[in-house]
């Protein structure tokens, strides 16, 4: 089995480790050197200069005391024994300031000791009988008393004095030296961690030469080759564990896209199939679709001729021989008459169905309160007739041919004037509303209205609901309405919300340059609609057309379901 190596993360982890104990040593170590240098300049800087200086002033201090008594045994002048008084306070101070920094010191404590006593025993034999003697019998047996008593004395004082300030000295320059090696301790421990970071960092700079980037860059050209199209080229991982892995990875990514890449290599040259073959079916749907436009264009032109010689001799045959011949010969006429009719009015549907789309004025703006006024005027006889009403609120301006969009309206009209309820004068209202960047335009009228099941059935193309007795028509009205529509990029349907007979919707574009940031808020799906607008009474703008029932023929019968015209 396979030694397994030392990971990247183990490698680096001990590494840091051994590298931190070591620095944490040599810190540890430099502050304690640290911490015992800084004692030592602290006595070298508070305690042995301000002692050495107190040495100097307290010698002078006795110096002074000294040469006041002498002044005063000379001259008896009390003024001469200012500098006694004055050095004797200053001595006190001295003393008191020097044995406060000796806590540590006791030898020097013992000869600052020595020092005062042999001062005040100085002062107890030599100063104060001069003194006395000088004021009591003269300053001779003051003289006197000095030369007897005093030099010897204040020489055995002086000495201490500087037995003191030598020990002084000694304990500062012993200081001294131990800050010098404190110091210089210092310097080597951090030099010792210079030289610890220095090598950690080139045990890590090698280490990751060795072990990351020398690896990663082999990963890295194997997969550049993997890269230029070499997809079947093996990578092999080198280096620590967690690189292997990631090579082996890689590998296994490199054959998933290889595989991946020949099941696309399969699939495009499939797609590459079936989109010739699409393409072979699109360019054959479209010359079928010119073949059958042409056809139905020239079909119906050319049905057109005979059509009109067959009506117009059946026409002259009823006019003439009615009445001449038997009752079914009569009967036989007018069947013939009346298919003729149909025929031309199916050929005449279909002929406009074909050219919407193919013959085109192109678009332009259309006002649709214009193309309402046009509708109403065409179907005046019709609403004389059934004593039907129409009206419309204020429509908006759009781009489109003119000529299709009162054909698309006029059939919606012409629609709702036939499918009406019996003994009920049809209501027909058109109003329009924007949603986002269309306009919505609705037609309502309180006729029979429309099944939800056949909603979609009545826009299919020679589609019936009712038999041609009961509501006459070809059936294509609505398909040449979805049609126009579809042309104009909108779309049509049936409202199935509507309170009383049938509602029919259809969208037109917005003009580009009418649209604007904000938007009204409205539904933007036929099952979101606003049931208010398909109300058929007309608002405060609303134009009314309506015309009274004035013609002598009989109103045509009405069903309970509504057709295609």
Request: glycine share 8%.
């Amino acid at each position: 089995m396979r030694q397994l190596k030392w990971t990247l993360r183990r490698r680096v982890a001990t590494l840091c480790v051994v590298v931190g104990v070591v620095l944490g040593l040599l810190a540890v170590s430099a502050a304690v050197v640290a911490t015992n240098n800084r004692q030592h300049l602290d006595t070298l800087l508070t305690k042995t200069g301000p002692l050495r200086t107190d040495g100097q002033a307290l010698l002078s201090s006795l110096i002074d005391q000294q040469t006041g008594v002498r002044g005063y045994a000379v001259t008896g002048n009390e003024a001469d024994l200012a500098p006694y008084r004055s050095g004797t306070e200053r001595e006190a101070a001295l003393i008191a300031s020097m044995d406060a920094l000796l806590d540590d010191h006791p030898e020097i404590r013992r000869e600052l000791n020595t020092v005062r006593d042999q001062a005040r025993q100085w002062r107890e034999v030599v100063a104060q009988p001069a003194i006395q003697a000088t004021a009591t019998t003269g300053t001779a047996a003051a003289q006197a008393h000095l030369t007897a008593q005093g030099s010897d004395r204040f020489n055995a004082l002086r000495n201490e004095v500087g037995t003191l300030q030598q020990l002084i000295l000694d304990l500062r320059n012993t200081v001294a030296d131990k800050a010098r090696r404190t110091g210089n301790t210092l310097v080597l421990l951090l030099i010792l961690a210079a030289i610890v970071v220095v090598l950690a960092g080139i045990a890590l700079m090698t280490s990751l030469n060795r072990l990351v980037i020398g690896p990663v860059t082999t990963l890295a050209a194997q997969v550049r080759e993997v890269a230029r199209g070499d997809y079947q080229r093996d990578i092999e991982g080198t280096g620590p564990p967690e690189l292997a892995r990631l090579a082996d990875d890689v590998d296994t990514m490199r054959r998933r896209i290889a595989d991946d890449l020949a099941e696309v290599r399969q699939a495009r040259e499939r797609i590459e199939w079936v989109n010739s073959q699409l393409e072979k079916q699109a360019e054959e749907l479209v010359r079928s679709n010119r073949d059958l436009e042409q056809f139905a264009y020239v079909a119906s032109h050319d049905l057109q001729e005979p059509l009109r010689k067959v009506a117009s001799f059946c026409q002259l045959l009823q006019r003439r021989y009615a009445g001449k011949l038997d009752e079914r010969a009569d009967q036989y006429i007018a069947f013939a008459v009346d298919g003729a009719q149909r025929m031309q009015r199916l050929i005449n549907d279909l002929l406009a169905f074909s050219r919407i789309g193919r013959l085109t004025t192109g678009f332009t703006e259309v006002d649709l309160n214009r193309v309402m006024a046009d509708v109403a005027g065409q179907t005046e006889p019709t609403r004389r007739y059934v004593d039907g009403e129409l009206t419309w609120s204020d429509l908006p301006v759009i781009r489109g041919e003119e000529t299709l969009l009162t054909n698309l309206i006029a059939n919606l009209v012409g629609n709702s004037l036939k499918f009406r309820r019996p003994d009920v004068p049809p209501k027909v209202h058109v109003s329009a509303r924007r949603v986002g960047d269309e306009w919505e335009i609705s037609c309502q009228d309180n006729g029979i209205g429309i099944e939800a099941e056949f909603a979609d059935k009545i826009f299919v193309i020679f589609q019936r609901l009712h038999a041609k007795d009961a509501y006459p028509g070809t059936g294509i009205g609505l398909a040449i309405v979805k049609k126009i529509v579809e042309y104009h990029g909108g779309r049509v349907w049936v409202d199935p919300d509507a309170p009383e007979g049938t509602l029919i919707r259809f969208t037109l574009p917005v003009p580009p340059e009418a649209r604007g940031p904000e938007q009204p808020s409205g539904a933007t799906a036929p099952e979101e609609r606003d049931d208010a607008s398909a109300e058929p009474a007309p608002a405060d703008d609303t134009v009314v057309e309506r015309t009274g029932g004035t013609s002598g023929e009989s109103a045509r019968p009405a069903g309970d379901m509504k057709e295609t015209v």
